[in-house]
Nanobody, 124 residues
Framework: QVQLRQSGGGLVQAGGSLRLSCAAS????????MGWFHQAPGKEREFVSG????????YYADSVKGRFTISRDNAKNTVYLQMNSLKPEDTAIYYC?????????????????WGQGTQVTVSS
């Protein structure tokens, strides 16, 4: 069973930055596609960014394009989400997810493992 352990997040003022990390257990992280989702209060969970197993294909939702950067370090079994120029509307619980087919997906149901979630709060 793969475990995804998230760290980072917290409270930041608008315009600030945070970095989220998601570390995977096991030896097969390098074969997983990884995604980041967020869920704002009262809303459905939404896909934010994804990266395929090699890091060669990356996607960003329009709402975060140019502000967020996803990356991965397969030697450390970790995927990162660098969030810059944060806005109050970025406030949400952020989740990382792993897909064993090696690709990222927009749909939650195509991921096999999930992190525990971490709160990001951006004050105005």
């Amino acid at each position: 069973q793969v475990q995804l352990r998230q760290s980072g997040g917290g409270l930041v003022q608008a315009g600030g930055s945070l970095r989220l990390s998601c570390a995977a257990s096991g030896r097969t992280f390098g074969t997983y596609g990884m995604g980041w989702f967020h869920q704002a209060p009262g809303k459905e969970r939404e896909f934010v960014s994804g990266i395929n197993w090699s890091g060669g294909t990356i996607y960003y939702a329009d709402s975060v394009k140019g502000r967020f950067t996803i990356s991965r370090d397969n030697a450390k079994n970790t995927v990162y989400l660098q969030m810059n120029s944060l806005k109050p509307e970025d406030t949400a619980i952020y989740y990382c997810a792993a897909a064993t087919d090696g690709y990222f997906h927009y749909e939650e149901g195509k991921y096999d493992y999930w992190g525990q979630g971490t709160q990001v709060t951006v004050s105005s």
